[in-house]
């Protein structure tokens, strides 16, 4: 199995920047992808971005494209988002697609929030 820890959420004001931080331990090496998905107040979870393990491609929502970067160093995923809105405000989550190529380990979720 593979374990998550996120760090990095908090508040910041609209246009200002945060960096979410992904810790995985376990056996990471069975793991296909990692992402960040997104839950605003009374709706369902939502995709953010994702990076494939091995290979580093990455993909995103058409509404954080060009403002958040995806990455990941060894064993830590990383999301830098910039140039951030109200509208991102939301509990982040990372996510593992472990073993299998659908998201199936989850981590606990920060709190971001975007003040005016």
């Known amino acids: 199995q593979v374990q998550l820890v996120e760090s990095g959420g908090g508040l910041v004001q609209a246009g200002g920047s945060l960096r979410l931080s992904c810790a995985a331990s376990?056996?990471?090496?069975?793991?296909?992808?990692m992402g960040w998905f997104r839950q605003h107040p009374g709706q369902e979870r939502e995709f953010v971005a994702t990076i494939t393990w091995n290979i580093g491609s990455t993909d995103y929502a058409d509404s954080v494209k060009g403002r958040f970067t995806i990455s990941r160093d060894k064993n830590t995923v990383y999301l830098q988002m910039n140039s951030l809105k109200p509208e991102d405000t939301a509990v982040y989550y990372c996510?593992?697609?472990?073993?299998?190529?659908?998201?199936?380990?989850w981590g606990q979720g920060t709190q971001v929030t975007v003040s005016l």
């Open positions: 996510a593992a697609a472990w073993r299998v190529t659908k998201f199936n380990v």
């Open positions: 376990g056996r990471t090496t069975s793991t296909y992808a």
